[in-house]
């Protein structure tokens, strides 16, 4: 079965501090990656995603890196507040050709940010 | 505008008994995703609907899972004679349409089995 391999399981760091948090996956045929937040009692929410054309992208304090030769890539938050609290699933997914964009998940990350 | 909705947001069920669980996608939304996230784990791809054609069903567990979906409008998604592992939170997510990657997630329902 297709695997996302995700870790830490959990982080905590101080406010202000860069949290990583880093995924791998086996299956070079993936060709998304996006990371979702998820806050208690609610659905994930997409945060950021990124394609395999570009090794790096950001969005305000978030940042993908992509390393594809190593299939890793990881999330970094910049100036980490309480707010971002949370936990975090990388995912990758593929075209299955019936058009499907079905997520394959990492088990999470829980991020706590201590003020 | 209105974000994907779910009901029940709590169901608690005998073992044995079965149950169905109810998702309203963002209208317009012509995809349409159902996963299962397990307490502590990832989420687990069930079904996907495209439009009129058929879904995908290969992430179904048993065959005690089935789903439907109205048109590009709600599904449900059924569970027979319900176990104690079926015990989980159940997502639904709808994407614009196939060529779309973003999904948007609703709140889950989070069922227990006793």
């Known amino acids: 079965q297709q695997q996302v391999k995700q870790s830490p399981q959990s982080l905590i760091v101080q406010k202000g501090g860069i949290p990583i948090i880093n995924c791998a996956y086996e299956?070079?045929?993936?060709?998304?990656f996006p990371w979702y937040q998820q806050f208690p009692g609610k659905g994930p929410a997409l945060l950021i995603a990124i394609r395999p054309d570009v090794s790096e992208k950001k969005e305000g304090r978030f940042t993908i890196s992509f390393n594809k030769s190593a299939k890793q890539f990881s999330l970094h938050i910049m100036d980490s507040q309480p707010g971002d609290s949370a936990t975090y699933f990388c995912a990758a997914s593929i075209d299955s050709g019936a058009g499907s964009y079905q997520l394959t998940f990492g088990k999470g990350t829980k991020l706590s940010v201590i003020p | 505008g209105a974000g994907v909705s779910q009901s029940p947001s709590n169901k608690v069920t005998e073992k044995g008994k079965d149950v169905e669980l109810r998702c309203d996608p963002i209208?317009?939304?012509?995809?349409l995703y159902w996963y299962r996230q397990r307490l502590g784990q990832g989420l687990e791809f069930l079904i996907y609907f495209q439009g009129n054609s058929a879904p995908d069903k290969s992430g179904l567990p048993s065959d005690r899972f089935s789903a439907e979906r109205t048109g590009e409008s709600v599904s449900t998604l059924t569970i027979q004679r319900t176990q104690q592992e079926d015990s989980a939170v159940y997502l639904c997510a709808s994407s614009l349409d196939y060529s779309t990657d973003t999904q948007y997630f609703g709140p889950g329902t989070r069922l227990t089995v006793l």
């Open positions: 209208s317009g939304h012509t995809a």
């Open positions: 299956n070079t045929a993936f060709d998304y």
